[in-house]
Nanobody, 120 residues
Framework: QVQLVESGGGLVQTGGSLNLSCAAS????????MGWFRQAPGKERLLVAA????????YYADFLKGRFTISRDNVRNTVYLQMNSLKPEDTAVYYC?????????????WGQGTQVPVSS
């Protein structure tokens, strides 16, 4: 079972940047597609970005408009989410997750989440 631990969240001002990290316990990290999700208060959890096992393909939610970048390091067993030009509507709990299939398939393993409040 993969254990995922997110870090890097915290209060940021509008227009600022954050780089979230998610460390995986599993040595076979490269066998999982990885995704970042977010859940704002009172709203459903949404896929923000996802990346294939090798890192060669990535997917983004349309509403991001190029502000976020997902990447992974299969040596360090870590996936990242670089978030730029943050807006108050980006305020949410951000979760990383691992899928045993493609990046747009069902995600089986989840981290505990990290809070990202964006002040106006």
């Amino acid at each position: 079972q993969v254990q995922l631990v997110e870090s890097g969240g915290g209060l940021v001002q509008t227009g600022g940047s954050l780089n979230l990290s998610c460390a995986a316990s599993e040595r076979t990290f490269s066998s999982y597609s990885m995704g970042w999700f977010r859940q704002a208060p009172g709203k459903e959890r949404l896929l923000v970005a996802a990346i294939s096992r090798s890192g060669g393909a990535s997917y983004y939610a349309d509403f991001l408009k190029g502000r976020f970048t997902i990447s992974r390091d299969n040596v360090r067993n870590t996936v990242y989410l670089q978030m730029n030009s943050l807006k108050p509507e980006d305020t949410a709990v951000y979760y990383c997750a691992a899928s045993e299939a493609t990046p747009t398939s069902r995600y089986k393993y989840w981290g505990q989440g990290t809070q990202v409040p964006v002040s106006s």
